[in-house]
């Protein structure tokens, strides 16, 4: 059969390519999916932006095409079913949740299949982090709900780096940020699903501030979703006070203002690089005044509190704070996602430019399907 892949060029990530091409002959032990439905945020631009740094591009490895080193497939959330399987204890019509390519269909090679899922073993993704190996099974998944799959697709990824980051900042006692006064964190990309999952769980902790940095369009969303303290322009900064003791999350990657922040904020005693939104604006962070900005890598501190707490601890921490997150975000009158579908080459492509470009509404989830 075939599958229809949209290819993005590394170097310049708003050229695409539609690419159409025959699967191979399905290898022993191995099964084929159709990817159902797949998400896509500002999280899978940030897996671009990253492509080569953090070796997202090496997952799906792009076949059949000139100049083929030069282009890549962004890694993406959703929902696949087994269309064939080779492997005796995956059954043809299971539904699984993982990691895909933008495509309609993948070869994927379980290993080991337990009840709750399987690791893709093939060669290529073995020195890959396990964490994006993983194929949970539907069936049995205790975060799966079949009426919540676009929100589970949408948030669940980013809510679970989210849930990592604000237990990363408590897990180091905010950097000695509270022994010098109120720790104030400063979330850029305040808009995005991300962020103000961070900010969410940001909220329920006493002692802090918690200060969205936005665009000024995004100032009244922002606003309306009740989880920021204070939210403020990139143009406005200067009201954080510079002495004020506080934490840098970054979501945008926009080195001009990271600097200007850096400068500003003469008492920042934690910077900590999580996306690129804002692609054309990335750059170093060498040579900046306070802390050096430090990549933060979700999966380390999942290998940190399953080895602490045990895996079943985890993922119930994890699941409990997933049902309140999910049961505000579709809160009426005034839910703070509306998802949109898009169906089609031709309209996944569109929506793919459309985010880069920063065009997207922050209040609308965009799934496709290919």
């Known amino acids: 059969m075939d599958t229809t892949s949209l290819l993005i060029r590394k170097a310049q990530l708003g050229q695409?390519?539609?690419?159409?091409?025959?699967?191979?002959?399905?290898?022993?032990?191995?099964?084929?999916?159709?990817?159902?439905?797949?998400?896509?945020?500002?999280?899978n631009i940030t897996y671009?932006?990253?492509?080569?740094?953090?070796?997202?591009?090496?997952?799906?490895?792009?076949?059949?095409?000139?100049d083929v080193e030069q282009w890549g497939q962004i890694p993406v959330w959703g929902f696949a079913t087994v269309l064939q399987s080779r492997h005796p204890e995956v059954p043809v019509g299971e539904r699984v949740y993982g990691y895909f390519p933008m495509a309609s269909a993948v070869d994927l090679t379980p290993g080991k299949v337990h009840a709750q899922g399987w690791a893709d073993v093939a060669p290529h993704r073995a020195p890959l982090h396990a964490v994006y190996n993983q194929y949970t099974r539907c069936a049995t998944d205790p975060f799966y709900t079949a009426d919540t799959e676009d929100l589970q697709a949408l948030l669940r990824p980013l809510f679970i780096t989210s849930w990592l980051i604000d237990d990363f900042l408590d897990d180091n006692a905010w950097f000695g940020a509270g022994d010098i006064g109120t720790p104030c964190i400063l979330l850029s990309s305040?808009?995005?699903?991300?962020?103000?999952?961070t900010a969410f769980q940001l909220a329920q902790r006493a002692g802090i501030e918690v200060v969205g940095l936005t665009s000024e369009r995004n100032v009244a969303f922002c606003q309306s979703l009740g989880v920021y303290h204070r939210v403020l322009t990139y143009a406005q900064l200067d009201q954080v006070a510079p002495g004020t003791p506080s934490i840098y999350v970054d979501f945008a990657g926009n080195a001009a203002f990271r600097k200007a922040l850096h400068t500003h904020c003469t008492a920042l005693v934690y910077s900590s690089s999580i996306g690129g939104t804002h692609v054309a604006e990335l750059g170093s962070g060498k040579d900046l005044p306070g802390p050096r900005p430090t990549l933060f890598f979700a999966p380390a501190q999942i290998k940190k509190r399953s080895s602490e707490?045990?895996?079943?601890?985890?993922?119930?921490?994890?699941?409990?704070?997933?049902?309140?997150?999910?049961?505000?975000?579709?809160?009426?009158?005034?839910?703070?996602?509306?998802?949109?579908?898009?169906?089609?080459?031709?309209?996944?492509?569109?929506?793919y430019v459309a985010l880069l470009a920063g065009d997207s509404n922050p209040r609308t989830g965009h799934m496709l399907s290919l």
């Not at 159409?20 to 084929?32: C, E, K, S």
């Not at 671009?48 to 000139?66: K, L, N, S, T």
């Not at 305040?190 to 999952?197: E, L």
């Not at 119930?316 to 169906?343: C, D, E, K, N, Y």
């Open 190 to 197: 305040a808009s995005s699903k991300t962020a103000y999952g």
């Open 309 to 351: 707490w045990g895996g079943a601890e985890l993922n119930r921490r994890l699941a409990q704070s997933w049902q309140a997150f999910v049961a505000r975000v579709q809160q009426a009158p005034a839910p703070w996602l509306q998802v949109q579908h898009h169906t089609g080459p031709a309209a996944v492509q569109a929506a």
């Open 16 to 43: 695409t390519l539609l690419h159409t091409y025959p699967l191979p002959a399905l290898a022993d032990g191995a099964v084929r999916v159709h990817i159902d439905r797949f998400a896509l945020t500002s999280n």
């Open 48 to 66: 671009a932006a990253f492509g080569e740094a953090m070796q997202y591009w090496q997952f799906f490895p792009v076949q059949g095409v000139p």
